[in-house]
C-alpha cells in the first residue's frame, strides 16, 4: 500500500466519523495517550476525510497514590463516593472542578 504507520485503534477513528462526524469539537484523554494514539487517530482521520479531525484536543496528568499511578487494575483507586462522604465536601469538590484551569 505504501509508506505509513500500521492503524493502531482504528475502530476509534471509526467510531468518531460515525457518531460524531468527520470534525470534532473536543477530544479528552491521558497524556500518555497523545502517541502514538492521538496521533494516529488524527493522521488515520485527516487521512480518510481530508479535513481537521479536532479542534481542541485536552490531555490530563496522572492521579498518583503513594507515589504510583492510580489505576483500577493496580487497585488503588479512590472513588469520589469514598473521597467524598458527606455532600458538602461532594459541592466543594465539584466547585473546585468547575473553578479549575485544566493546564
Known sequence: IGRGRPGWHVECSAMSRVYLGDTIDVHCGGIDL???????????SEGATGKPFCNCWIHNG???????KMSKSKGNFLTLRKACVKAEEVRAYRYLVVGSQYR
Open 62 to 68: 496522572f492521579v498518583n497514590i503513594d507515589n504510583e
Open 34 to 44: 497523545k502517541f502514538p494514539h492521538h496521533e494516529n487517530e488524527i493522521a488515520q
